[in-house]
């Protein structure tokens, strides 16, 4: 092993500590307050709206919810800290976080379903087949609202772009493939790039068909 690829391993093992993901997202993104102002107008999220996060992560953006929320994620290390954080732990009983795979038969049977649904800085990090599945899984129990915030790989900003080229996914896509990867799925209502802070991010806006 080079002595370049021993340091990119250990930085990759740094970022799956859950705090130390945040901190250095912190940094590059800042609050991401556009980010969740966006999320809320494109779903027309209202007090009390149940809204469901797939691949929710460490829950950065539970809060983005007016009532009650479901974060599913198939890291239990994330899910734990989530919930200490950003639910129960963090005084918001309202927010439940499941540590499962969304496509996952044990999540399908269970009956549930959700008017509005977000799935954030995820798609990026699956192939192709891996979103088909997460994606009808999310079809499944969406009925109404849903929106996607990605990555945009070929900002006009330099430093932006060399940030979107530093990105640890594996599957960065511009945002026509994103909307192509959707459309079976959902109805695309509206798609566009934008800026938070640093990071170049697409956002799509979806229904359920
Ligand atoms: C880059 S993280 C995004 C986390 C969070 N949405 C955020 O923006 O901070 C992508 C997440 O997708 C989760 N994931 C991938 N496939 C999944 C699946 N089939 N079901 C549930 N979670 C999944 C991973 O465990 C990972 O935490």
Redesign the pocket.
């Known amino acids: 092993m080079s002595v370049n690829s021993g340091i990119v391993t250990k930085l990759k093992a740094t970022l799956d500590n859950p705090r130390l993901f945040n901190l250095l ?1 912190l940094a590059v993104a800042g609050r991401q307050n556009i980010t969740r102002r966006l999320i809320r107008e494109g779903l027309n999220l209202m007090p009390g709206e149940r809204l469901l ?6 829950g ?2 539970a809060d983005v919810a007016l009532g009650p929320y479901l974060g ?4 239990q290390k ?1 899910i734990e800290y989530a919930a200490r954080e950003y639910g129960a732990g963090g005084g918001h009983p309202e927010r439940e976080f499941l540590a ?5 038969t044990s999540f399908l049977t269970r009956g549930l379903t959700f008017p509005k649904a977000m ?4 798609l990026h ?2 192939s192709a087949e ?1 979103n088909q ?2 994606l009808g ?1 999310v079809a499944k129990v969406t009925t109404g609202r849903f929106v996607i ?1 990605d990555m945009d790989p070929d900002p006009s900003n330099p430093v932006s772009k060399f940030l979107a080229s530093q990105d ?2 594996e599957y960065v896509r511009p945002l026509k493939e994103q909307i192509a990867l959707v459309e079976p799925f959902f109805k695309v209502e509206n798609a566009f790039t934008y800026y938070a802070r640093l990071t170049a991010q697409t956002i799509i806006i979806c229904s359920s068909k």
């Open positions: 997202q996060d797939v691949c929710c992560g460490t950065e953006f599913i994620d198939i890291n994330f499962e795979d969304i496509t996952g799935m954030i800085n995820s990090h699956l891996q599945a997460v899984a915030v640890r996914g």
